[in-house]
């Protein structure tokens, strides 16, 4: 009998444990991984991926031209650890007839709760509560000391009504949110039905919401969205969160937008870059919170997370359907 072609396959980072046990158990694959949570360095995956089948990749590993001809004619599959896309090159993939799978749909929960809950924070000064407690700034009770800005009757503008959006305006409503306004590539009459979420351009959205939440994909159409012209639309009372890509979001103008009282306060999950540097001015003021890219971080999506990309990869190394395949 012939035995089994062995196929190599390289991951650029340890998966939780569903994941890794999956891969584990695979007996027609030679699992190599990089063994550390710090990101792999470009040179050691251009070597490590040489004459791989299948590449499980995580959000940070650029996946671009290069790598792809280091790696060579062999691989066939990359599935990321993640539902966004923008580190794969696709046009270069697609053109190499390579399949990529996906994480969609198994985060959206937990990101949806991250983009509340950061959300509130902001808007209720809640850092600056804390470090008020611990520095001694608490002396008494003072009608408008650590005052924010409360959900009940505002407007909530949503930039990207997919599933994460939609998530988001479904946690909101309860809080009394009188009216949501959303905006993207074209009207989803059907997904906004349920909040009476209305479609309008982006810059009614920015003039008219109290709060803004980013949950759009990064394309060239989206880059830099969030820019001078979008934050002097919005209201000086207005608060603005992305959990999106940080790239969606010109830094500068949100810091100047910050500091000149423009905008009331920002809510970040993501930057440009990621990690984002200690000395950045962001991190300076008080009217900014900022989180370290955490949508996604709880135990559970994780691990679900980490089976759905070894399911995609070993599908797709076996010719069969992926679970979740993103169509190139």
């Given at each position: 009998?012939?035995?089994?072609?062995?196929?190599?396959?390289?991951?650029?980072?340890?998966?939780?444990?569903?994941?890794?046990?999956?891969l584990?158990?695979?007996?027609?694959?030679?699992?190599?991984?990089?063994?550390?949570?710090?990101?792999?360095?470009?040179k050691?995956l251009?070597q490590?991926?040489?004459?791989?089948?299948?590449?499980?990749?995580?959000?940070?590993?650029?996946?671009?031209?290069?790598?792809?001809?280091?790696?060579?004619?062999?691989?066939?599959?990359?599935?990321?650890?993640?539902?966004?896309v923008?580190?794969?090159?696709?046009?270069?993939?697609?053109?190499?007839?390579?399949?990529?799978?996906?994480?969609?749909?198994?985060?959206?929960?937990?990101?949806?709760?991250?983009?509340?809950?950061?959300?509130?924070?902001?808007?209720?000064?809640?850092?600056?509560?804390?470090?008020?407690?611990?520095?001694?700034?608490?002396?008494?009770?003072?009608?408008?000391?650590?005052?924010?800005?409360?959900?009940?009757?505002?407007?909530?503008?949503?930039?990207?009504?997919?599933?994460?959006?939609?998530?988001i305006?479904?946690?909101?409503?309860?809080?009394?949110?009188?009216?949501?306004?959303?905006?993207?590539?074209?009207?989803?009459?059907?997904?906004?039905?349920?909040?009476?979420?209305?479609?309008?351009?982006?810059?009614?959205?920015?003039?008219?919401?109290?709060?803004?939440?980013?949950?759009?994909?990064?394309?060239?159409?989206?880059?830099?969205?969030?820019?001078?012209?979008?934050f002097?639309?919005?209201?000086?009372?207005?608060?603005?969160?992305?959990?999106?890509?940080?790239?969606?979001?010109?830094?500068?103008?949100?810091?100047?937008?910050?500091?000149?009282?423009q905008?009331?306060?920002?809510?970040?999950?993501?930057?440009?870059?990621?990690?984002?540097?200690?000395?950045?001015?962001?991190?300076?003021?008080?009217?900014?919170?900022?989180?370290?890219?955490?949508?996604?971080?709880?135990?559970?999506?994780?691990?679900?997370?980490?089976?759905?990309?070894?399911?995609?990869?070993?599908?797709?190394?076996?010719?069969?359907p992926?679970?979740?395949?993103?169509?190139?």
């Amino acid at each position: 009998m012939k035995p089994a072609r062995i196929m190599k396959v390289f991951i650029t980072g340890p998966l939780p444990a569903e994941g890794r046990a999956l891969l584990a158990k695979a007996a027609d694959c030679e699992v190599e991984e990089w063994n550390s949570d710090d990101p792999i360095p470009r040179k050691e995956l251009e070597q490590s991926v040489v004459g791989a089948h299948g590449l499980l990749c995580r959000l940070s590993d650029t996946v671009d031209k290069k790598l792809l001809d280091a790696a060579g004619a062999n691989l066939k599959v990359i599935s990321t650890l993640s539902v966004g896309v923008d580190h794969l090159a696709l046009d270069e993939i697609k053109k190499r007839g390579i399949r990529v799978g996906y994480t969609p749909g198994v985060l959206t929960d937990a990101t949806a709760e991250l983009a509340v809950s950061l959300l509130l924070t902001t808007c209720r000064r809640l850092p600056e509560a804390i470090e008020e407690v611990k520095n001694g700034g608490w002396s008494s009770w003072s009608p408008l000391w650590m005052c924010g800005y409360g959900l009940s009757d505002s407007t909530v503008g949503i930039v990207g009504l997919g599933r994460i959006g939609q998530a988001i305006a479904r946690r909101l409503k309860p809080f009394g949110v009188q009216r949501f306004l959303y905006t993207g590539r074209q009207p989803r009459p059907q997904e906004a039905a349920e909040f009476q979420a209305e479609f309008v351009p982006i810059a009614q959205l920015a003039t008219e919401s109290d709060f803004i939440v980013v949950a759009c994909s990064l394309t060239p159409a989206t880059r830099g969205l969030c820019n001078k012209d979008f934050f002097q639309k919005m209201k000086n009372t207005a608060v603005f969160i992305n959990i999106s890509r940080g790239d969606v979001v010109n830094q500068d103008d949100l810091y100047q937008a910050l500091t000149s009282g423009q905008i009331a306060a920002a809510g970040l999950d993501v930057t440009t870059p990621e990690p984002l540097p200690p000395s950045h001015p962001l991190l300076t003021l008080k009217n900014c919170v900022i989180l370290p890219h955490i949508g996604s971080a709880t135990y559970k999506t994780r691990n679900t997370m980490s089976l759905l990309a070894a399911n995609n990869l070993l599908a797709g190394l076996r010719g069969e359907p992926m679970p979740s395949e993103l169509k190139l």
